[in-house]
């Protein structure tokens, strides 16, 4: 099983970036997904997660309205279309697959992507 997590660059603030999440040996269907990030010296922090089927989404507070989850169960792959970037948005950005409705709590994934890293600058 592998999650291939792409899409992260360098963009100043206010620029956009579309994070990608491309699974193998595993249907996602089966799977909510979340995506969490890891600022250096900071915890692992929960984002956002999309449901099985794509019809329920959840956003933190901070990035809600500027940040949006998104699956494509044909193309076995999830997204984050990141909008509105900040400094503080900088961090390597993860998705991961769960199984259980707690969608904030990183220890109730089964399966993590390798990160990609997203640096915005002011």
């Known amino acids: 099983v592998q999650l291939q997590a792409s899409g992260g660059g360098s963009v100043q603030a206010g620029g956009s970036l579309r994070l990608s999440c491309a699974a193998s040996?595993?249907?996602?269907?089966?799977?909510?997904m979340g995506w969490f990030r890891q600022a250096p010296g900071k915890e692992r922090e929960f984002i956002a997660a999309?449901?099985?089927?794509?019809?329920?989404?959840y956003y933190v507070d901070s990035v809600k309205g500027r940040f949006t989850i998104s699956r494509v169960n044909g193309k076995n792959t999830g997204y984050l279309e990141m909008n509105s970037l900040k400094p503080e948005d900088t961090a390597v950005y993860y998705c991961?697959?769960?199984?259980?409705?707690?969608?904030?709590?990183?220890?109730?994934?089964?399966?993590w992507g390798q990160g990609t890293q997203v640096t915005v600058s002011s």
């Open positions: 999309i449901s099985r089927s794509g019809t329920a989404t």
């Open positions: 991961a697959t769960t199984t259980n409705v707690q969608w904030r709590r990183p220890d109730w994934y089964n399966f």
């Open positions: 040996g595993l249907a996602i269907s089966g799977y909510h």
